[in-house]
């Protein structure tokens, strides 16, 4: 029993990390159309910020975690408007390949600038602390995960439904066109989409960085293609469903890692997108995602 | 005035002519598609083959070195372009990202040039299964290392062990474990348990719950996985209260294991196999040596890479030519020994595409690296 609770809190650390890095592209999904594939660089431009410090001799966690969340801010406005905002009417297949190509340029700068191999960044290895609740043993750092990602999902939430910007990025993920004619500024809602994300970002580098104590320049690749999945399980452009995928894919992985005899292991992934499949199957705009019309392409 | 420039001319032709063909004899191509960025950029050898190749020739050993370099991108399809080309220009030894899936059709390649692949650190064992006849590793296959490292836990007192294995990296990270599980029952150990995991992981709770919940615990866990995944996994294990070893393979040999660790008592229980031990050793200062020199060397791979150079060197030396591959490759595998750049010997006589030589292991004794042994082992599990 105890190892059956152990696992579900092991569940819910992966799935609330997943959480996190989903809303993130969630948010700018939903207002762009856009799959940032670059996502994940803005979580390494969050981790490279770190390391800088510590070289610079600034180590102390309360500068370093503060000033890599605002350096990963920084950097999803600066992508915004530097890459995208340039092809932002350009077919959505532009966007996802300025995207990739945002994000090579960005992983081959810190190899070529800083190292292509792991660079060790202990400054936040005390977030790694056990902590024991009966049988139970837990991170701090799954507890903080889990804490945090609820505080921001429930944050956001607030933002969408109470500030005048959020419900204007509420609309525009419903008509953008319209929002720009009743006045406002486009820019400034995809701007707070990107700073938003960029948030996210930032805050899902520290869990990353305090887990993994090193940074290496294609640590992003992973979150984000778990973050897509994620999405893509909840019903992209749905941030309750980034939310609700993120932590379903935590349980899938899981489950899998402790149901499946070892023996079978090389079937991990394709039992994972072979679930994910049969739920985009019974439901194809995703747990959470809004029926999208196909016309002619309809059965 | 007309004539005496074309007999000019026709001296001058006369006399490129009759140069080019012995500079040629005396000089070594080598073609290296190195993955100089993308996922493998931390495995290349390029700059230490360029150090070492800018000294021998500084020496004047008889034999010029030029090496033809580009950055294959880790990419396989680019690798083989860069082959070709430099094949195309008379590369008699070609390398590149150091995969299978990048080597293997590099070799079929090379064989219609008479131009062979020799890699400084591949250890997958399906380059030595696949009938090539045109290729040379530097280092030993997987369950070489694998079956030294077992001889060093084993000594160390360990008898159970958790092989933890993953599909991401083909055999390297799926067989290894096995081959040392292999061995390591063939001194008297036990294998308690198998484990998936996936490269990349950066939570090990599960599998850590997984271990915590048997009993007795074992006394080592083998994987074989790289920084900073074994590193975390070292750090969660010992957090759940974990006290056996943590070993592995020469995924672990990472100038940031250590700090990425962080921790002297948990680096004490850690062990792993490698290619050639660096600190205080003749590798270590030709590394320091070239870093002084201006070379941006990595690490270990470019010691590996300065070890294939001086290799090539010496084989055709006894070839008696720098331009056929079947002959140098001939020359090479006759040849008793070799002196390596990284110390030490090492003979391809017995095992034609991979050599003997011995395997480090590596421990840790207060926060620094220690060699535990250094022995190339009886038992070797898979290849011939």
Known sequence: MDFVLQQILNALAFGSEYALLALGLAIVFSIMGLVNFAHGEIITIGAYTMYIMIVMGLGSPLLVIPLAVLAAVLGALAFERVAFRPVRYAPTSTGMLTAFGVSILVQNA???????????????????????????????????????????????????????????????????????????????????????????????????????????????????????????????GSLPGAAVGGLLLGFIEVGILVLLPQQWGGLTDAIVFALIALILVTRPQGLMGRNVELGDKER | MQSRNWLLSAAALALCALATPAGAENTLVIGLAAPLTGSYAPYNEARGVQCEADRIN?????????VLMEDSRSDPQLTLSLAQKYLDDKAVV??????????????????????????????????????????????????????????????????????????????????????????????????????????????????????????????????????????????????????????????????????????NDVLSRMMFNTHAAMVGTPAGEFIESCKADGYKVNGIFDALGADMLRVLVDGAKDAGTTTDGAKILAAIQARDTFDLVTGGKISFKKRLTWPERNVPVIGFADGKRVLVQNIFPDFIPHSK
């Open chain 2, 58 to 66: 500084k020496a004047n050993e008889g034999i010029t070195v030029k």
């Open chain 2, 94 to 263: 070609v390398h590149g990202t150091p995969f299978p899936d990048s080597l293997i059709p590099m070799a079929k390649m090379a064989e219609g040039y008479n131009a062979l692949v020799y890699s400084a650190q591949i250890t997958q064992v399906e380059m030595h299964e696949s009938g090539l006849t045109n290729f040379l590793a530097n280092v030993v296959p997987d369950d070489v290392g694998a079956s030294a490292l077992a001889s060093a836990v084993y000594a160390k007192g360990a008898r159970s062990v958790v092989l933890m294995t993953s599909d991401s990296a083909g055999s390297w990270s799926a067989k290894t474990p096995e081959w040392f599980g292999e061995a390591f029952e063939k001194l008297g150990g036990k294998v308690v348990g198998r484990l998936n995991h996936t490269i990349g992981t950066s939570d090990w709770s599960p599998q850590v719950a997984n271990i915590q919940a048997m009993s007795p615990q074992p006394d080592a866990v083998d994987i074989c996985s790289v920084v900073p995944d074994v590193a975390i996994l070292a750090r969660q294990l010992t957090a759940a209260g974990y006290k056996g070893l943590v070993v592995g393979c020469d995924g672990f040999d990472d100038p940031s294991l250590e700090a990425t660790v962080g921790d």
């Open chain 1, 110 to 236: 810190f190899l070529l600038f800083i190292s292509a191999r792991p660079r060790a960044v202990s400054v936040l290895g005390g977030l790694n602390v056990t902590v024991w609740v009966g049988p139970l043993r837990l991170q701090l750092l799954q507890i903080l995960e889990l804490g945090v990602s609820l505080v921001v999902t429930l944050g956001l939430i607030l933002f969408l439904t109470r500030s005048t910007l959020g419900l204007a990025m509420r609309a525009a993920a419903r008509d953008f066109a319209m929002v720009r004619l009743v006045g406002i500024r486009a820019n400034r809602v995809i701007a707070t989409a990107f700073g938003i994300s960029g948030l996210l970002a930032g805050i899902a580098a520290v869990f990353i960085v305090a887990r993994r104590g090193s940074i290496e320049p294609d640590m992003g690749f992973m979150p984000v293609l778990k973050a897509f999945v994620a999405c893509v399980i909840g019903g992209f």
